[in-house]
């Protein structure tokens, strides 16, 4: 008898051990689910302020005589351009500080913002007037900011998104993307805004074509004006991806625009897929991690009790052959 008490409350300890130890785990998971899920909204937040939907509203127009875009200048004086590129979702407002640093964690409506404004290099003059004028943006997934610009590194990407186009100065000028360049971040050759004389400039546009991955023979000389839209690469450290367009006065015919909505719609991603699994939304996430998370509490409170049902019964076999 003394032997059997001694088993029950030996079972009621490691029953009491296994409840412990399921708790224990379910709170981790529990938890884990829940950073995740905080995380995963919060990076849902950063891509949501940075999106071009965000600023469709001040996006200038011929109907409205620029009036949005002028109420956007009302309450940030620094913007003063709107850059699209056909074909991509990139659709921002262009700001310019006085140094290159503000408008990196500054937006559109000179907010603090993680992700940042499309901006003009400090040092170029705002009526585009430079030879070569420079335009920053983050690389940011979910085709945000300058994020598909990396994606102009398919030759078949950059053969079919050959326009664009840059408001300034109250009305529309042409964009002609002839070239595609991956840079140093360090490349004095290539980050050298505004160069002057007839000499240094050609030496420029030869250096920038010499450099490109790919281009487009449209005749650029040095009495041209260009911009250069750069963003970071991800393929190395200091790396940056550059697409090169000439200005033109006269404007270009968006092909992709579609039932007057605007941009062409969702782009392929880098990998040539729809992006469906980024554009889940955050609640559905969610509840997939909860999901997840029970399945393999269920999983490891299963294996739990085989090995405890195991135990009984060797507990058993010795019993009956005591």
């Known amino acids: 008898m003394g032997i059997n008490k001694a088993e029950r409350i030996g079972r009621k300890a ?62 940030n004086p620094e913007v003063f351009s709107w850059l699209t590129v056909y074909g991509t979702n990139i659709d921002y407002p262009v700001a310019q500080g006085g140094d290159n640093m503000k408008y990196v964690n500054t937006n559109a409506e000179g907010d603090y913002s993680l992700s940042g404004s499309i901006f003009l290099d400090s040092s170029n003059s705002r009526d585009f007037s430079d030879f070569n004028s420079i335009i920053f943006g983050h690389h940011m997934e ?5 994020g598909e610009i990396g994606l102009f590194s398919d030759r078949g990407y950059f053969d079919a998104r050959p326009h664009g186009n840059l408001y300034y100065g109250g009305r529309d000028h042409g964009l002609e993307f002839f070239a595609f360049v991956h840079a140093d971040a360090y490349d004095g050759t290539v980050f050298e805004p505004g160069v002057t004389g007839m000499e240094r400039r050609q030496a420029y546009l030869d250096g920038l074509l010499e450099k490109a991955a790919f281009t487009r023979d449209i005749g650029v000389t040095v009495n041209d004006r260009i911009v250069l839209l750069s963003t970071c690469s991800s393929d190395s450290t200091n790396g940056r991806d550059i697409l090169i367009a000439r200005i033109t006065d006269g404007t270009f015919e968006d092909t992709f625009k579609q039932d007057g909505a605007g941009n062409a719609g969702t782009q392929p991603t880098a990998d040539g897929q729809s992006g469906i699994w980024a554009r889940l939304p955050i609640w559905l996430w969610g509840v997939l991690l909860f999901l997840a998370a029970i399945m393999i509490l269920l999983v490891v409170i299963h294996h739990k009790r085989r090995h405890f049902r195991r135990l009984e019964a060797e507990n058993e076999n010795k019993q009956k052959e005591q």
Do not use: C, H
Not at 142 to 146: C, E, H, P, R, V
């Open 14 to 75: 490691v029953r009491a051990a296994n409840g412990i130890i399921n708790l224990v785990v379910l709170t981790i998971i529990i938890l884990l689910v829940s950073f995740a899920s905080y995380a995963m909204w919060d990076s849902d937040q950063v891509y949501n302020a940075a999106s071009a939907a965000q600023y469709e509203i001040y996006k200038p127009s011929a109907e409205d005589g620029g009036k949005s875009f002028e109420e956007l200048r009302a309450i």
């Open 142 to 146: 979910k085709q945000a900011m300058f």
